[in-house]
């Protein structure tokens, strides 16, 4: 087949200058395929969660999904996988490959939301009927947990490392990208008969020594790439040693008489928080205090964490074979109900609870601030970045009273943040993966950051590697020749 014969080409269809909506589709024209359409895969389709592009979410798909072959699903993040359920339920009815880990964490994660989407319907609904006025969108969910249901038949799990044909002429190899459990980075080799392009899909890439997960996989070859650039603009500050904090929170706080107070996400951090509590429990660094993962979904996803040692890197192994699981200890409840959710309030004495949501934006862990935030005593430490507009982002900012669950309340606890937990590489690690590279690729594609950060990325690696590489916009198609 000579080059000339095969066509592909890339479609910018989300994470392109924004952060949120991840979708990259792949078009391959076979002229001696016999087959009047493009061979079309979509890797990831996510959900737009950024305020100002959220209303793409609901936009028909660029393509119709029936004329999609197969998607890839790099990992579970809601900005990854958030619109399978509306893709599935618009036609589309190939396979979704992603790792084992990824499928079994993207259902819980999909039903979570398929639940949040009804409940936003229905109270939009009520609110407009009440108003007596129409909103900008029809009042329907974006999907229903039927819909989610419905994709969940085609996950098709893959294993790391292991090449696989996903359409006619396409093979995709998936490889640890260290961001969240199952995550991965995905190699799509296009061609055959030595024309062969091949295009790497960076996902999100972790860091390097974060507990639980592998670091990240380089890669050494590829012709294209499209790489992240979440902080593709700054450098991490030096990591500070995180269990030395926590400890000092903790052993505060009990000294105090109050309460710790934990906005964590359900995926990664939730799991850190405990290996590092149980850690910490080992060394003798802190009393026996009773600790609550009060978060049903954090707890599910825990579960699969517990089904995936084979995913764990050469630390955690070494750890459970000295100590057995880090999530099991003493003292450790995992709360399901929320009468035992509201039953923590009356415990005395010093409790560790970690409850979603990460940012305060809703879930538990908004009850457990109105009950320890006007207190002195308590502590409401954060584990994560907390965005501009969010109640999380109010607390750590400083400010002196928020309103939480429809009332003022004086912020009196104590506010914590510790820093070091990014589950996302920065600019320099970000460079370093680049650089793994045997030889230049031919073109290098940032997407998956602000516009800043990924203007600035590009320039960056442009700068240190002479490489070529361009920051597509959003709907741009590029013909990878
Ligand atoms: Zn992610």
Redesign the pocket.
């Known amino acids: 087949m000579a080059r000339s014969d095969m066509q592909v080409r890339l479609r910018f269809l989300g994470a392109a200058q924004n952060v949120t909506g991840s979708r990259h589709l792949l078009e391959v024209n076979l002229q001696d395929s016999g087959k009047r359409r493009p061979v079309r895969v979509l890797v990831d389709c996510g959900l737009y969660q950024e305020r100002q592009h959220r209303a793409r979410n609901w936009e028909p798909f660029d393509v119709p999904p029936d004329s999609i072959d197969a998607v890839l699903l790099t990992?579970a993040?809601l900005d990854?996988c958030g619109l399978l359920p509306k893709l599935a339920r618009d036609g589309f009815k190939g396979k979704i490959y992603c790792t084992a880990a990824t499928a079994e964490i993207a259902k819980i994660i999909l039903l979570d939301a398929a639940k949040l989407q009804e409940e936003d319907a229905e109270y939009k609904r009520r609110r407009h009927e009440r108003e007596g006025r129409k909103g900008p969108y029809p009042v329907v969910p974006l999907y229903t947990v039927a819909d989610a249901e419905a994709c969940f038949g085609l996950f098709s799990p893959v294993r790391y490392k292991q090449p696989v044909e996903i359409a006619e002429n396409v093979e995709a190899t998936f490889c640890d990208a260290g961001?969240?459990l199952g995550s991965s980075i995905i190699k799509v080799k296009v061609g055959q008969n030595g024309q062969v392009r091949s295009i790497l899909f960076s996902g999100?890439i972790g860091r390097p020594d974060r507990p639980i997960v592998h670091d990240p996989a380089y890669v050494e070859q590829a012709d294209y790439i499209l790489v992240e650039s979440t902080y593709g603009d700054r450098v991490h500050q030096q990591r500070q040693d995180i269990e030395k904090a926590i400890a000092e929170v903790v052993n505060s706080t009990k000294q105090a008489g109050g309460n710790i107070i934990v906005p964590s996400f359900a995926l990664e951090r939730s799991q850190e928080m405990l290996f590092y509590v149980n850690a910490l429990l080992l060394e003798n660094a802190i009393p026996h205090i009773l600790v609550f993962l009060d978060s049903p979904m954090a707890t599910s996803i825990t579960r699969v964490f517990e089904n995936h040692p084979e995913l764990y890197d050469e630390e955690m192994a070494e750890y459970i074979d000295k100590h057995k699981s880090p999530f099991e200890f003493p003292g450790l409840k995992m709360t399901e109900s929320t009468r035992e959710s509201k039953a923590i309030n009356q415990i005395r004495g010093t409790v560790m609870v970690i409850a979603g949501s990460g940012m305060c934006t809703g879930g538990r862990v908004k009850h457990h601030l109105v009950n320890n935030i006007s207190r002195a005593e308590s502590t409401i430490m954060f584990v994560g970045y907390q965005a501009v507009g969010t109640l999380g982002r109010r607390i750590v900012d400083g400010e002196k009273q928020v309103r939480i669950l429809g009332q003022e309340r004086p912020v009196k606890a104590k506010v914590v943040q510790i820093h070091g937990f990014s589950a996302h590489a920065d600019r320099d690690e970000l460079l370093e993966w680049l650089r793994e590279l045997k030889r230049p690729p031919r073109k290098v594609f940032v997407v998956h950051g602000e516009p800043e950060s990924a203007q600035h990325f590009g320039d960056y690696v442009r700068e240190q590697t002479g490489w070529q590489v361009s920051v597509p916009a959003y709907q741009d198609e590029i013909v990878l020749d």
Request: glycine content about 0%; overall charge negative; charged content about 15%.
């Open positions: 990992h993040h990854h961001h969240v999100d």
